[in-house]
Nanobody
Framework: QVQLVESGGGLVQPGGSLTLSCAAS????????MSWYRQAPGKERELVAD????????KYPDSVKGRFTISRDNAKNTLYLEMNNLKVEDTAVYYC?????????WGQGTQVTVSS
């Protein structure tokens, strides 16, 4: 079955960096575009970054553009999110997402807390 397992979250000071990972299994990872989303307390889940199946095309909302970088290693079936210059408002649970045909699959999420 499809599994997405995020890791790498934690507590970091403003201006700091973290890199999240999402280990994928149960589907042909290299065939599908992938995404990172986040959800802060009391807010709706929002898109953080998209990447095409080859990794050649990426997209970001203005809120993270220039600070976050999405990448993937298709040989390792792993998705990454490098986050730099983190801000307090980046505090959220971060999820990776796969859309496989008509199915949408989410990981369990990893908490990122930015605080001094």
């Amino acid at each position: 079955q499809v599994q997405l397992v995020e890791s790498g979250g934690g507590l970091v000071q403003p201006g700091g960096s973290l890199t999240l990972s999402c280990a994928a299994s149960g589907f042909r990872f290299s065939w599908y575009d992938m995404s990172w989303y986040r959800q802060a307390p009391g807010k709706e889940r929002e898109l953080v970054a998209d990447i095409s199946n080859t990794g050649r095309t990426t997209k970001y909302p203005d809120s993270v553009k220039g600070r976050f970088t999405i990448s993937r290693d298709n040989a390792k079936n792993t998705l990454y999110l490098e986050m730099n210059n983190l801000k307090v408002e980046d505090t959220a649970v971060y999820y990776c997402r796969a859309v496989i045909g008509v199915m949408t699959r989410w990981g369990q999420g990893t908490q990122v807390t930015v605080s001094s």
